[in-house]
Each structure stands twice: as C-alpha cells, then as structure tokens.
C-alpha cells in the first residue's frame, strides 16, 4: 500500500514529498472548512481557523518548495545552453 502511495504520487507530482505537502494542505483546508460549517459539540468555532491557517502554511510551503524546484531547473537549463560545448 505504501509502495503504491508512493508511486502514485511520483507520476502526479514533479517531488513526492512536496506533493504530499500540497495534499496535506488541501486536507487541512477541507477540514477547516467542514468544522466551520457543522456545528461539533465539544470542538470550539477557532478550531476551524487553526485548521485553515496551517493548511495555508503548509500550502505555501509546498508551492514555494515547487517555485525553488522550477527555478533551480530553470537555471540548469540556461547554464547547460551557454556552457561549453553547447551548440
């Protein structure tokens, strides 16, 4: 089961890990958001915030890691274009 968690995350997302970040954030927010909406007895109303506000850390966290993951590939690709040898 891990093994096959682990491939499905590696054909959807360029890094498992911050794929599994992004997940874990959109969870986060979905629950955020059904304990904003369903009244729990015993779960306090600032719960929800708590949820939503670290889906949106985990979030930014994960796009940024893809940011830095794109520029730096970015970069590589230029760098092996003007390097020597390129053509």
Not at 4 to 14: G, N, R, V
Not at 32 to 54: C, E, K, M, Q
Not at 67 to 76: A, C, D, N, P
């Amino acid at each position: 089961m891990i093994r096959y968690f682990a491939s499905l995350l590696s054909d959807y997302f360029d890094h498992p890990i911050l794929g599994l970040l992004l997940l874990v954030s959109a969870f986060l927010l979905a629950l955020g958001g059904v304990l904003s909406v369903v009244d729990v007895p015993g779960v306090p109303v600032i719960a929800a915030g708590w949820f939503a506000i670290y889906g949106i850390g985990a979030g930014s966290l994960g796009l940024f890691g893809y940011l830095v993951l794109y520029v730096s590939r970015g970069i590589s690709i230029v760098r092996d274009m003007a390097g020597p040898g390129a053509s």
